[in-house]
């Protein structure tokens, strides 16, 4: 697991990264991976139990607060994880909610 703090464009930006030394994912797989519901292992071998939502989820909510994930991966040498989050902007993501009409 590693953290670190990086200029970008608009504004200071952590990046988180998670890397393992397990099988790896093939790259037609990859493609996949951050779907609802997409695990990878078949039925036959499969050795963990989920939903296959983690990382759609994680991939989701990463993005609503401006961020990116990103998987790389080889067969045999393992797979790295990470992920960015601003954490100061000097321009905002989106316009600012406009409430509309008067107050009883």
């Keep these: 697991v590693r953290a670190d703090a990086r ?3 608009q504004g200071e930006r952590v990046r988180i990264t ?3 030394t397990g099988i790896g994912i093939a790259p037609d797989d990859l493609a996949r991976l ?3 519901f997409e695990q990878i292992e ?3 071998s499969k050795t963990q139990q ?3 939502l983690g990382l759609a989820l994680t ?3 990463v993005e609503m607060h401006g ?3 990103d998987i790389q991966s080889a067969p045999g040498e393992g797979t790295t994880v990470g992920f960015s989050l ?3 902007q000097s321009e905002p993501l989106q316009a600012p909610v406009r409430r509309t009409g008067t107050a009883a």
């Design 7 to 9: 200029p970008d464009p």
């Design 67 to 69: 961020g990116a994930l």
């Design 86 to 88: 601003p954490v100061r």
């Design 18 to 20: 998670v890397r393992d």
């Design 59 to 61: 991939k989701s909510l």
């Design 42 to 44: 078949n039925q036959h």
């Design 50 to 52: 989920g939903t296959g």
């Design 34 to 36: 951050a779907r609802p």
